[in-house]
Structures are given as C-alpha cells and as structure tokens.
C-alpha cells in the first residue's frame, strides 16, 4: 500500500523559507515521478515541481523558476521542497503527489497523494 506523508507547512512573512518533506511508503520516490502540487482557495490544483527518478531538474512552474528547489534523500524515501523568497501568491496547500510516469504535469494524472500542508505567506 503506497502512501506519501507531507510535513513542513507553516505561516512565514514574504521574503521568508520553508522547507516541505514528503515521505514515502509502499514506494520508492527516487525511482518514480515525485510532484509537489498546490491548491489556493477557489483555484485549481497546479503543478510546482517534478522530480523524475531523482533528477531534481525535471520540472519548474515559472512562477516558483529561481525560488523553489527540490531534493531528495535516498535514504530518508524523502522528497523536499526548499521555497525561498516566498510571495503572498505562494499561499496554498501543497500536496505531495507519484506515480511510476512523469508524462504529464497535471493532478487527475498522479494516484498517489499525500494529505497536504498549508503555506500560509502574508505581506
């Protein structure tokens, strides 16, 4: 059974870093395709980053492009999210999302989801 847990949400004035885990069960995260996702209230769910099979590079909204880094840790199962130079517009749920493929950049695609996190950025 997979499962993703996501944790490091919080509250951060603008300018500010938060860092965001997920970590997996039931799957091995550096072999697959690894997304963060986020929610606003009253918008779609949007894709942030996409990791595939490790490679950190795979993918950057432009919105997050220069702020937003992902890693992992093999030896954790862990994907992160590293958010600096946070924006008000930033304030979302992020979900941790995988699958065994990286072809597609949006959520209804991706069957494994995490609960989510709440980022909350004010001005």
């Known amino acids: 059974q997979v499962a993703l847990e996501e944790s490091g949400g919080g509250s951060v004035e603008a300018g500010g870093s938060l860092r965001l885990s997920c970590t997996g069960s039931?799957?091995?995260?550096?072999?697959?395709?690894a997304n963060w996702f986020r929610q606003a209230p009253g918008k779609e769910r949007e894709i942030v980053a996409q990791?595939?099979?490790?490679?950190?590079?795979?993918y950057y909204a432009d919105s997050v492009e220069g702020r937003f880094t992902l890693s992992q840790d093999s030896s954790k199962n862990t994907v992160y999210l590293q958010m600096n130079d946070l924006k008000p517009d930033d304030t979302a749920v992020y979900y941790c999302a995988a699958d065994y493929s990286c072809r597609s950049l949006i959520a209804a695609d991706f069957r494994y989801w995490g609960q989510g996190t709440q980022v909350t950025v004010s001005s």
């Open positions: 039931g799957i091995t995260l550096n072999s697959v395709c």
């Open positions: 990791m595939f099979r490790g490679i950190a590079t795979s």
